[in-house]
DNA sequence: AAACGGGGTCGAATCGATTCGATCGAATCG
DNA sequence: CGATTCGATCGAATCGATTCGACCCCGTTT
């Protein structure tokens, strides 16, 4: 009652009270192990008395080795990150999965490196990269020296890094191929950033070769291998704003330079594109066929119901939350991958459809 | 090289084999403290040997006893917290204040009891309360034995409890003045969920007596004060599709029962509401107003301006995130309040202006 | 009645670092 | 040239718990 009145009370703190052993007291706290029904309620009694809160968080991490906490990597400010539907499905996904361990997430934007979190700094068990570009190798370095399991959505592949894979060119060059059947040539691209800078612009060799977003380059390959010459736009980020702009900008010129089909790297920059077209006058799918990537939910964004590649989103998050799980417990890690279906919309038609 | 093969390298290993003791190695990573280039050298070249990968995070935080990280507790499902622009916004402004400090975001979605995360076991150093009701109470004991500074977001006051305020009944009266003063006297309420349970359904007075959501509570009391014996309508989540539903329950009745004018709880909500009149060939704001709340961008989503309560989202995140770091750093801890302001949009007139 | 078994408790080691105070040699000051 | 100071390093204590093996006591089994 005299020294203990400033500082928070240990279990050791406890135990004395209790008149047990640090050992006994511990044993109620976390439930193993046999204890007496009446040594545990002097246990309590002590603990109540103490105004005590429970076994260190801290101390337990360190004893056991886990910290019950996943670190979610991602490459977009806090916000941004789930200002994308893509991503909030897939943490409802992840979310199903991690919460039956009582996981927590922790959130941790990788900026690049000024002053940012240092991924070694951080307590987790084990970290999901999400949508994080090359330049992350380093950070998956430290990461791997600490023996902490890495899940990475839609990523290069790293060794030692567990895949959750998505088959973004095969997907988009299936898309594509459907421009194509119905007749398109001209085609452009709406692309999401092209790494961390997220500059907006014209599409060219430099630029494109310089790209560090695994997901926009794969989705590039695919478009490329049925439209090799196709021109393009890059957005900075995946917003309908941004498709409204990079659609204004491959639009708003003479009618005989505009492409016939826009293929965009997601359903939001495809709202965007599409957006951009009614206001041009452009009518879609008369004279402009749109084809995005996602298949989120538009609900009012657009009346059309898009031409799209439907991705598994949520289904990403659950296979993701599996594999931290299974990293974890066995040590084994079940790589895995899913696959994005087209959709036939209302957006894609032949060219020129209204007869000009 | 033997036995070392397995097992994860410490500090003490590398400084063994760095013919340096303990203590030095440890200065030569945290930067306190003077070393000699020469030993520095060689410690991080034995670190570098024995592929160390730098002081480990638990045990660091055990002896420095911070953890670097905070805690945001929300009452939603992961994807559902950050689905709501609201938030997404006050994340803005949060990530914008703790990113200096490096501190990561710990995301804990709070389901009430069954076997989720016990806000007790989690490693933090302090928590974040966003969109908590009444029912956090104990959750907010246990942390407050722990020491932990809380920020509690939009909650009823608690002692030792650091809020950030929004004047949510002030406001909402103020937006019902509006409604007042051009001439309303039939208004309904479509608010936020009441509860954990999310039922939506008829607003009664045993419902009302037994919320626990703050927010909503406020703002219905706020509107009470000006129409006393409004009728509403709960709605499941803040999104277009409960507040359509809202909507449709209020509206699809005979016109001489119908409201001349809805307040709705949020901007989602009231652009379902919105719709639904649309789909009811009931014009806006000829034969209804609509008031939101939050002043969200609403893209596309609704051809109006809203008429709405703006709400300075990030600025809250920006308090809360100073609340955080002035806690952590003096232990005093700076509440504040803001307030919504009142635009007057396109989407409120006076009653039957349509000239029935 | 001796051996066995097991519930209940305790001691001590351990998890991996940080940090305070002490030590020691060398450089500076008067 | 002796005294003081400063820089570099080390030992030992500490952070707060968990856990393994040992131990004791008492009820069973044969």
Known sequence: ?????????????????????ASTASLVFSGAGPVADATRARVLEAAAELDYAGPDPTARSLRRGRTGVIGLVTEDSLGDAFRDPVNLALLDGLGEELSDDAYGLLVLPWTGEPGGVDL?????????????SVDLARSVEILQRRRIPIVAIEAPPLPGVVPIDLDNAEATARGAGLLRELGHERVALVTLPLDLARERGPLTPEREAAATAYTAIERIRG????????????????????GHAAGLALLDVPAADRPTAVIAQSDLLAAGVIR???????????????????????DGITPH???TLVQPSVEKGRLAGRAVRAALADGAAPGSAVTAELRRGETAAAPRAAGR
């Open 305 to 307: 119901v898009l031409t």
């Open 223 to 242: 478009a490329r291998s049925m439209f090799p010459d196709a021109v393009g736009v890059s957005a900075g980020g995946s917003t309908v704003a941004e």
């Open 120 to 132: 070694g700094d951080v307590p987790m068990d084990a970290a999901i990269l999400l949508g994080c």
């Open 1 to 21: 009652m005299s020294d203990v009145a400033n500082t928070r009370p240990t279990l050791a703190a406890v135990a004395r009270r209790a008149g047990v052993s």
């Open 276 to 298: 951009a077209a009614e206001e041009l006058g452009i009518d879609v799918p008369g004279e402009l066929s749109v084809l995005g990537f996602d298949g989120i939910r538009l």
